[in-house]
């Protein structure tokens, strides 16, 4: 059995929170994507198969939702209110990222949705919350990880700071979601009584950030870039012959230095003093520079199988693309293929960052096409007839 | 109906240590778990910073701690009877280290049979990097974030801090909670491998699908847009404020709406309404051109004036925020009262990161200070598992605890 068998989810939610309802539908729950009939946005956000833009080809939205179903519904029409709200009545939770008020406006707001169900859990998900004076202010993902403090502090200090990899700001606001539905569900299982979750992807951005905030209320410093230089400052770049590595100071400071002074590499780095790990850190900058000089003429794959024999914890500076055959992440089960019936191919997507032992029973389903299952949750959850089902379509509803 | 948090009643046998397994334990701390940490005391300074203050003190707010000396079979037994008393066991340390004490998951069932052990070590259990050390940099280097969050020369920089932390961290805490509810569902516990290496990995897809299915190699030009294409977008210079030069404006224009909105909010200048800037297809093209043209005005402005009149007309703009921005000067944070006070030892008060949610029917979480090594002792190890002053007297001197 999965650990979210027999929970349902309405997931009314736009790209910045899609996130939210796959770590759902991952873990065996039953994600019914509800989407406008002209399809979700995140459809149209590339990368696509093949690079031909089509709302059935979008590689964004197919690694968002993935192992969920899809409902058509036109949510402006009111007979698309009210098909939602009957769905509402039975499902344990709804996921949605909205302007804040637009829920209210359309009728589904939360007094609306707990009265017809009380035991219903509503994770609301926006850019700043419900609340306070930026709360209709307008933000993507690179705006929430700017204003979130997550991207001032990575960088070169004369240079623009760095956006990270990947919509991070969406993803820091969908697992601390997915998080407070858990708590709050946990929470209906002992009082009988489902809540309102009001996430912030901006607090949940900040919440994200490791030494920003803590430096500043404790020290009243103000972080700042260092090019590669870990704020700890026990790690930066270097550059060999064919790629780069993550140089790291602590571990067997002893091996490293050995193994240095052997390539006649080491200069001052013998002395004593150097053992000290504070040592090493207030001069981190001489020290990696020495470094530095030192890995250059090495290959990447050579100084880290040798880094790795001394167990010196060095590691290579990938390409997003060289985790498909990283020994590691095979070796676990990380990808798996899914079928894609419509194209005749499998297509091989990442997992999930954990394995639970009592319930590995995985059912994967592959990403919705538009609207694919909307007759049959319509029919199987609320008893719609083929009759009806053709008239919705007629009006455009679904 | 006296509300209560939701985890009120929940106890975590925690031995994490260092930053991300305390994130994830800081969650659950948050929503009411009472949290114990099992901590070693080490004569001297901290090799991770100040205790209460800093990062320590800001992850580690809220828990409790015990000090146990695990090198001891006594200290292993007082923590096996403290598992008994729990409802969750988590730990980062690398694979091997629990076997060792005898504390693993097939153990501790038969310690308690409905417990559910989480362990977030580097690589997870399996593999064959299973026993390596890593940390928050090497793991973002490893998983692609180094080499693609580049400089506008190419020159990798990555994170200046450890995100693989912080995401190993709300993993963590999710898979908890997915086991409570099985557990609540089931009656059954169970053990949870959860890789840090692996939650890098879950939050870089759309790269790594585009890879796998694309056969594409990722560069820092591909990678740079992934919420789709928008113009103007990324990140511009603005006015020093004061003495610092250092300030800048993030923008995202995407839809022929918010194009006009951006151009009526910065005045129409006559550049703007050229045809070559007419659609995004057309800025997209002349990206280079109009990036000088906006970053010329940006120049002449205020960082938090800028987006303050860029939002009032509908425009997705922020402020790039440095620490004293997000902590000092954030109107949203203050209002929403995101930021906790805690009170030191000494009286003073200090402000903790929150939470990033409100619960519409649980009490507004509340932080205690962080508690320096072994400041439980008494509750844990007398009111907890019930040992006499007399018994945990002998235990000192036994070194099985230090007091």
């Not at chain 2, 146990?68 to 009877?81: D, K, P, S, Y």
Request: aromatic share 8%.
């Amino acid at each position: 059995m999965s650990a979210l068998a027999g929970l349902r989810v309405l997931d009314l939610t736009d790209r910045r929170a899609a996130l939210c309802g796959k770590l759902f539908a991952d873990m065996g729950a039953d994600v019914i994507l509800v989407e406008p009939p002209d399809g979700a946005d995140s459809r149209r956000i590339g990368p696509f198969l093949d690079d031909r833009p089509h709302r059935d080809r979008s590689l964004f939205f197919w690694n968002y939702n993935l192992n969920k179903r899809s409902l058509t519904l036109d949510l402006s029409h009111e007979r698309g209110i009210e098909l939602l709200r009957s769905l509402a009545g039975s499902a344990d939770v709804v996921i949605e990222s909205f302007a804040p008020g637009y829920m209210e406006r359309v009728g589904l707001g939360w007094a609306d949705l707990h009265r017809l169900n009380p035991s219903l859990v509503l994770c609301s998900i926006s850019p700043f919350g419900q609340s306070g004076p930026w709360r209709d202010y307008k933000a993507d993902d690179l705006v929430l990880t700017a204003l979130g403090g997550m991207i001032y502090v990575n960088g070169f200090p004369e240079e623009a700071p760095v956006r990270p990899l990947g919509l991070q700001a969406y993803h820091s606001g969908a697992y601390y979601g997915a998080i407070a539905t858990m708590c709050a569900l946990l929470a209906r299982e002992r009082d009988g009584v489902g809540q309102w979750v009001d996430v912030s992807i901006l607090e949940a951005t900040a919440s994200a950030v490791e030494h920003v905030a803590p430096s500043y209320m404790s020290d009243g410093v103000v972080q700042q870039r260092r090019g590669s230089l870990h704020w700890t400052r026990y790690f930066r770049v270097g550059r060999c012959r064919d790629g780069y590595v993550m140089h790291c100071t602590l571990g067997d400071w002893t091996s490293l230095v050995e193994w240095v002074a052997g390539d006649g590499a080491a200069q001052e780095l013998t002395g004593p003093q150097w053992e000290e790990v504070t040592y090493r850190k207030e001069r981190a900058e001489r020290l990696f520079d020495i470094l530095d000089q030192w890995v250059r003429p090495y290959f990447r794959d050579e100084l880290l199988a040798r880094a790795q024999a001394l167990r010196i914890p060095y590691a290579s500076v990938q390409a997003p693309e060289e985790l498909l055959d990283d020994e590691q992440l095979l070796s676990r089960r990380f990808f798996f293929e899914v079928e894609h019936p419509e194209l005749g191919r499998k297509l091989r997507y990442p997992g999930a960052p954990y394995m639970f032992s009592a319930t590995a029973g995985k059912v994967y389903r592959r990403p919705p096409l538009l609207g694919e299952h909307t007759g049959e949750i319509l029919r199987d959850e609320l008893g719609l007839s083929p009759d009806e089902l053709a008239a919705l379509s007629v009006q455009g509803v679904i | 109906m006296q509300r209560r948090a939701p985890l009120e009643g929940v106890r975590v046998a925690d031995f994490t240590w260092v930053v991300a397994g305390p994130v994830a334990t800081r969650i659950l701390a948050d929503q009411g778990a009472e949290v114990i940490k099992i901590e070693r005391k080490i004569e001297g300074a901290d090799a991770l910073g100040p205790r209460r203050t800093g990062l320590q003190g800001d992850i580690n707010r809220s828990k409790r701690s015990v000090a146990i000396n695990m090198a001891t079979a006594q200290g292993v037994e007082l923590a096996r009877r403290l598992v008994a008393k729990s409802d969750i066991v988590i730990d980062n340390f690398s694979a091997r280290v629990m076997k060792q004490w005898g504390m693993d998951y097939e153990s501790l069932t038969r310690v308690k049979s409905d417990i559910i052990c989480i362990s977030m070590s580097g690589f997870g259990h399996s593999g064959p990097r299973a026993n390596y050390v890593s940390y928050g940099p090497t793991l973002q280097a490893l998983a692609g974030f180094t080499l693609m969050m580049a400089s506008r020369r190419g020159e990798p920089a990555g994170y200046g801090y450890s995100y693989a932390d912080m995401a190993g961290g709300y993993s963590g805490a999710l898979a908890a909670l997915f086991a409570l509810w099985h557990r609540k569902k089931t009656g059954r516990g169970q053990f949870i491998d959860l890789s840090q290496f692996e939650s890098l990995a879950a939050v870089i897809g759309p790269a790594l699908l585009d890879s796998s299915v694309n056969e594409r190699s990722q560069s820092p030009q591909a990678t740079s847009m992934p919420e789709g294409p928008a113009a103007p977008h990324g990140v511009y210079r603005c006015r020093s404020l004061a003495e610092d030069d250092d300030r800048w404006l993030a923008l995202s224009v995407r839809t022929h709406s918010e194009w006009r909105a951006f151009v009526n909010a910065i005045g129409s200048p006559a550049w703007a309404v050229e045809p070559k800037f007419a659609s995004l297809f057309l800025r997209m093209r002349n990206r280079t051109e109009l990036d000088a043209h906006v970053e010329r005005w940006t120049r002449a402005h205020d960082a938090v004036k800028a987006m303050e009149l860029l939002q009032r007309h509908g425009v997705a703009a922020g402020l790039v925020a440095n620490g004293a921005d997000l902590c000092a000067r954030n109107p949203q944070l203050e209002a929403r009262g995101f930021w906790m006070p805690v009170t030191l030892p000494d009286g003073s008060a200090l402000r903790v990161t929150g939470v990033p949610f409100r619960l519409s029917d649980a009490p507004l979480p509340k932080a205690r200070c962080t508690p320096d090594v072994g400041d439980d002792n008494d509750y844990v190890l007398g009111e907890v598992l019930g040992l006499t002053r007399g018994e945990r007297d002998a235990l000192a001197a036994a070194g099985a605890i230090w007091q």
